[in-house]
């Protein structure tokens, strides 16, 4: 967390209810926020000699295949599109990290772009957490087309959702826009409940 105690994030009064309704075990679903990531939107050519630069800086190559994810040290890079990036880093690292990539790009067609104040991050997690999401996800989650490593944007109860899938336990993180959080927290509290009470059996 920076030294700013005054920032509130979009469920940040919530805490102690995603706490009361997060469970362990096999049918045990965890959830909660992950607030103040920073988040900045890069475009650019791929394959430019400023991608090169980029690469250099961050110590790992921009991610060219569609929905994937690679690591950069605190640093992820989610491709969004041909020319687009989503880079996230803890709280705090978005100036120096905007400062490395915008020197990297230098003069070059291209942008940097601090979103990090647009959304919020949930991250759901346990293995129940791919059942709960497949209740209002069109995507086939399951591990043969979507794993570890992946992201794409999509739709999530009818809220347009970044989907990133962070571990094979698994763990899911939801990158959304702070006006949709609390109607996306609502939603998946909902879709969680079942898995809050043992398994009937006849």
Request: net charge negative; hydrophobic share 40%; glycine share 8%.
């Amino acid at each position: 967390m920076t030294a700013d105690t005054h920032r509130r994030s979009p469920l940040g009064h919530l805490a102690e209810v995603l706490a009361a309704h997060s469970t362990g075990g096999e049918r045990g679903v965890r959830l909660r926020e992950v607030p103040f990531l920073a988040q900045l939107d890069l475009q650019l050519h791929p394959h430019g000699p400023a991608a090169e630069r980029i690469a250099t800086a961050l110590g790992s190559p921009l991610p060219t295949e569609p929905n994937t994810v690679t690591e950069a040290g605190s640093l992820q890079v989610l491709w969004l599109g041909p020319q687009e990036w989503l880079v996230l880093g803890p709280d705090g690292s978005g100036s120096a990290t905007a400062e490395l990539l915008r020197a990297a790009l230098a003069d070059e067609p291209g942008s940097v772009v601090d979103v990090s104040a647009n959304r919020t991050t949930l991250e759901l997690s346990s293995p129940a957490a791919r059942p709960v999401l497949e209740k209002g996800c069109s995507l086939d989650l399951h591990p043969r087309a979507f794993g570890p490593g992946r992201c794409a944007q999509t739709l999530l109860g009818k809220v347009q959702v970044i989907l990133h899938q962070v571990d094979a336990e698994p763990t899911y993180r939801l990158l959304v826009r702070g006006s949709f959080a609390q109607y996306l927290t609502d939603w998946l509290l909902d879709a969680m409940e079942e898995y809050r009470h043992p398994r009937l059996t006849l």
